[in-house]
């Protein structure tokens, strides 16, 4: 059964760097599936925000590009984002999740349970 | 990209059906299968109920059924039942080869 995990280190200050890390376990993540990240603001909807494939191809949402980095790391079977500049704004529950994408379909079929991210000073 | 267009809320007595669209573009829904449905409980982690615009992973009821035209895909549940209230999230493929969410729609069972 594959299951992921976030961690991070906890609250943020405005203006510093946001970085998180899920493990993969029961699975490889040098499989034939995208790694990626979903965060939702409390009391919101989701919002997509990155995926990356083992060989570190990756794919950005627009509206975070300039700020959004994500990195894999296959001898410890996880991957990693780091978003700079955060504001409140960036206030959420941030999910990593596995996607799989054929030449037919596309979808997240595996979540972590997700982590709050706080930015405040 | 912006996100696909839901309705904030529908409801339903138990036993009936009900229908949430999820209306996109020529770039995302209108261009691809690869819509899929997740139900996200209070607290809890999305989980997908529909994927490839009408396909349901192998644990979720066949009360769930999708659907798809031009640009506006649609989850139908029917035989509502109190266990079903949850926020609904559609996604699509979009031409830039990334992932887009629809805005949610709240489900309240009567």
């Known amino acids: 059964q594959v299951q992921l995990q976030e961690s991070g280190p906890g609250p943020v200050k405005p203006s510093d760097t946001l970085s998180l890390t899920c493990g993969v376990s029961?699975?490889?993540?040098?499989?034939?599936?995208?790694w990626g990240w979903i965060r939702q603001p409390p009391g919101k909807g989701l919002e997509w925000i990155a995926y990356?494939?083992?060989?570190?191809?990756?794919f950005y949402n627009p509206s975070l590009k300039s700020r959004v980095t994500m990195s894999v790391d296959t001898s410890r079977n996880q991957f990693s984002l780091k978003l700079t500049s955060v504001t409140a704004v960036d206030t959420a529950v941030y999910y990593c999740?596995?996607?799989?994408?054929?030449?037919?379909?596309?979808?997240?079929?595996?979540w972590g349970q997700g982590t709050l991210v706080t930015v405040s000073s | 990209q912006s996100a696909l267009t839901q309705p904030p809320s529908v409801s339903g007595s138990s036993g009936q059906s009900v229908t949430i669209s999820c209306t996109g573009t020529?770039?995302?829904?209108?261009?691809?299968?690869?819509v899929s449905w997740y139900q996200q409980p209070p607290g809890t982690a999305p989980k997908l109920m529909i994927y490839e615009v009408s396909n349901r992973p192998s644990g979720v009821p066949d009360r769930f059924s999708g659907s798809k035209s031009g640009n506006t895909a649609s989850l139908t549940i029917s035989g509502l039942q109190a266990e079903d209230e949850a926020d609904y999230y559609c996604s699509s493929y979009t031409d830039s080869s990334t992932l887009v969410f629809g805005g949610g729609t709240k489900l309240t069972v009567l």
């Open positions: 990356i494939y083992y060989t570190g191809s990756t």
């Open positions: 999740s596995r996607t799989h994408c054929s030449s037919s379909s596309c979808y997240i079929d595996y």
């Open positions: 029961g699975h490889s993540i040098s499989s034939n599936n995208w």
């Open positions: 020529s770039s995302d829904v209108g261009s691809y299968n690869r």
